[in-house]
């Protein structure tokens, strides 16, 4: 197998090579996870999900 994933509480989490969600490879890191979430509605809500608990963690907005 063979990908690494960063920690979703470091900054990397959002510019990764995969869909840290599903594992689907992203065609450009960043930009391209934006494209799969547009693509994938399962990882978009997940997404949404992990995005409110860092809020509620950090207490601010994840921005990308
Ligand atoms: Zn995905």
């Known amino acids: ?3 690494d994933h960063p ?3 470091t900054d990397d989490w959002a510019n990764p090579d995969f ?3 599903c ?3 992203l065609t450009d ?5 934006i494209d799969h979430l547009d693509e994938s509605e399962s990882c978009r809500e997940r997404f949404a999900d992990w995005r ?3 809020a509620d963690d ?3 907005e994840w921005s990308g």
């Open 1 to 3: 197998m063979g990908h």
């Open 58 to 60: 950090i207490g601010s």
């Open 19 to 21: 869909c840290p969600f």
């Open 23 to 25: 594992g689907t490879r």
């Open 52 to 54: 409110e608990h860092i």
């Open 7 to 9: 920690d979703p509480s």
């Open 29 to 33: 890191p960043g930009a391209g996870f």
